[in-house]
Nanobody, 122 residues
Framework: QVQLVESGGGLVQPGGSLRLSCAAS????????MGWYRQAPGKQRELVAV???????NYADSVKGRFTISRDNAKNTVYLQMNSLKPEDTAVYYC????????????????WGQGTQVTVSS
């Protein structure tokens, strides 16, 4: 089993930055791809960014140019650097992980973090 723990959320003003972290523990040998999702009240869960063990990344159009996903394999941690934050970025952010990219993209991964709240407001 794999456990994921997010951290780094908080309250920021529009235009500000936050860096989210997701630390993985357990049977992480099987993890090839990790992603970040977010869900705002009244809205569907949205895939934000994905990164593979090889460093390949993809982003939602809404965050391209503002967010950066990265991975530190030595620390078993994935990060989401969020810059130029907008009020519409307000959501609970979740990381997920799986051995298959299809499971992460589809949101059907077995492994999810507990979520961390990001609030962008003046």
């Amino acid at each position: 089993q794999v456990q994921l723990v997010e951290s780094g959320g908080g309250l920021v003003q529009p235009g500000g930055s936050l860096r989210l972290s997701c630390a993985a523990s357990g049977s992480i040998f099987s993890i090839n791809v990790m992603g970040w999702y977010r869900q705002a009240p009244g809205k569907q869960r949205e895939l934000v960014a994905v990164i593979t063990s090889g460093g390949s990344t993809n982003y939602a159009d809404s965050v391209k140019g503002r967010f950066t996903i990265s991975r530190d394999n030595a620390k078993n941690t994935v990060y989401l650097q969020m810059n130029s934050l907008k009020p519409e970025d307000t959501a609970v952010y979740y990381c997920n992980a799986d051995s298959l990219v299809s499971a992460v993209v589809a949101g059907t991964s077995d492994y999810w973090g507990q979520g961390t709240q990001v609030t962008v407001s003046s």
